[in-house]
């Protein structure tokens, strides 16, 4: 954990859902959904889906590396195709990204009052940006849906081209849209691979927040802070 920032920061790039918006209230109850519908309804074979897509059905928490709770639907889709012997994976990661949709602009419960913190950091002087791993309809409809598309500056989902994370493509994208170098940015997530991806691109702050599928010990080693969620992210801005 760093006791200075290296340099001003001059950028913030957000992971969503986990980070914006609080993990288990807003996706758990989709993912279980999602895997009663792709099982037809067997029971047992929904959660066998489940477990293989990271849930421990002992505890019901998520793997912070699984599939589910730092994937895409793309490979969501390959996972669980593959036991329900589905070979249209492409268009089941369609029915995957549509069905999310429509659920995270319904049920998104966002972690602190998003439009004011927003606007706070942009009256900083911050450029802005999301970077999902939720496909870039997704994002962009939520978003707008909860009345912060004018407040960021880049949007990013896994099917936009910038690659996926934990590479380092959605940071450098971000970067040149805005004009601000890496070492200038803090990337801010719920997941190893949000930190992982903000290392990889020499991002200048890695930040990790425990409102989404990852414990403190799965991101401290990560991190330059650990915090409760974006909420006191002010406080590591100084």
């Known amino acids: 954990m760093r006791s200075a920032l290296p340099e001003p920061i001059r950028a913030i790039l957000f992971d969503k859902d986990g980070t914006l918006f609080d993990f288990f209230g807003t996706w758990l109850p989709a993912m279980e959904a999602v895997a009663q519908q792709a099982a037809g309804r067997d029971a047992a074979l929904a959660q066998h889906l489940l477990t293989i897509g990271g849930r421990d059905p002992a505890t ?4 912070p590396h699984s599939v ?7 490979e969501l ?4 195709g593959s036991v329900l012997g589905r070979t249209d994976v492409l268009a ?4 995957f990204d549509d ?3 429509r659920h995270g602009v319904a049920s998104a419960k966002p972690v602190t009052d998003l439009p004011q913190l927003f606007a706070r950091l942009k009256q900083r002087g911050l450029r802005l940006g999301l970077a999902t791993m939720d496909s870039h309809a997704a994002a962009e409809e939520t978003m707008a849906n909860f009345g912060l598309s004018a407040l960021l500056d880049f949007v990013c ?5 910038h690659g996926t994370k934990p590479g380092p493509g959605m940071v450098r994208a971000f970067c040149r849209a805005v004009d601000v170098p890496c070492a200038a940015v803090a990337v801010v997530g719920d997941t190893p691979h949000d930190l992982e991806m903000a290392r990889a691109a020499g991002a200048g702050l890695a930040i990790g927040v425990l409102t989404g599928a990852s414990p403190r010990e799965s991101l401290a080693s990560r991190a330059d802070y650990v915090l409760e969620s974006i909420a006191e992210i002010e406080t590591v801005l100084g």
């Open 92 to 95: 089941l990661a369609q029915q």
């Open 77 to 80: 889709a390959e996972l669980w």
């Open 157 to 161: 989902g896994y099917d936009t081209g």
């Open 68 to 74: 589910m709770a730092a994937g895409t639907n793309r």
């Open 60 to 63: 019901g928490r998520l793997d």
């Open 99 to 101: 069905y999310f949709r």
